[in-house]
T-cell receptor, first 111, second 116 residues
Framework: GAVVSQHPSWVICKSGTSVKIECRSL??????MFWYRQFPKQSLMLMAT?????????EQGVEKDKFLINHASLTLSTLTVTSAHPEDSSFYIC???????FGPGTRLTVT | AQKITQTQPGMFVQEKEAVTLDCTYD???????LFWYKQPSSGEMIFLIY??????QNATEGRYSLNFQKARKSANLVISASQLGDSAMYFC?????????????FGTGTRLKVLA
């Protein structure tokens, strides 16, 4: 079946630095990828939808200049958290549409 | 208004017994999909079962079945013969089409603990 991978699985960074998270579809092409954020003991909140060849669509309240999304190819979407702060610490998950396959998630800790 | 409501923050069930996790939804779209996911402590989201709004029969996948009551807008997950490995968070989600694109909305989840 379809597999979505994410890298890194966890990352610790200092406040003010930027972190890039990669999401890859391993055996299929994805023109769309969804990016979610999950705070501890909370649900998944859709942040944005990345679209190959066009701009990402951001959900209300999500800063597009802080969370840069690039859908570079049909198998790769990236989320860059710019100038990260401790409140950005969260679990970030990408998924492909259709049967809704999720990547394993990236746990970001900003110190 | 909440689009997906899971009213049970936590549930306990004895091993080998059945358990029902509640989910109600709200949409005016005639075409939608309903999903259940399991999230163990590792964080990965595991797809369990899917029900389409036009499906006539309730979905089943092994020990999982979805009690779909369209008029009541409910999509409860039934886990039969619970196992210790079923202990996890369970999320109900709905897929709807907004402005020509899919959007997935998740409930707040139910933490299930299976007791030996």
């Amino acid at each position: 079946g379809a597999v979505v991978s994410q890298h890194p699985s966890w990352v610790i960074c200092k406040s003010g630095t930027s972190v890039k998270i990669e999401c890859r579809s391993l055996d299929f092409q994805a023109t769309t990828m969804f990016w979610y954020r999950q705070f501890p003991k909370q649900s998944l909140m859709l942040m944005a939808t990345s679209n190959e060849g066009s701009k990402a669509t951001y959900e209300q309240g999500v800063e597009k200049d802080k969370f840069l999304i690039n859908h570079a190819s049909l198998t790769l979407s990236t989320l860059t958290v710019t100038s990260a702060h401790p409140e950005d610490s969260s679990f970030y998950i990408c998924s492909a549409p259709g049967e809704q396959y999720f990547g394993p998630g990236t746990r970001l800790t900003v110190t | 208004a909440q689009k997906i409501t899971q009213t049970q923050p936590g549930m306990f069930v004895q091993e080998k017994e059945a358990v029902t996790l509640d989910c109600t939804y709200d949409t005016s779209d005639p075409s939608y999909g309903l999903f259940w996911y399991k999230q163990p402590s590792s964080g990965e989201m595991i797809f369990l079962i899917y029900q389409g709004s036009y499906d006539q029969q309730n979905a089943t996948e092994g020990r999982y079945s979805l009690n779909f009551q369209k008029a009541r807008k409910s999509a409860n997950l039934v886990i039969s013969a619970s196992q210790l490995g079923d202990s996890a968070m369970y999320f109900c989600a709905m897929r709807e089409v907004t402005s020509g694109t899919y959007k997935y909305i998740f409930g707040t989840g139910t933490r299930l603990k299976v007791l030996a």
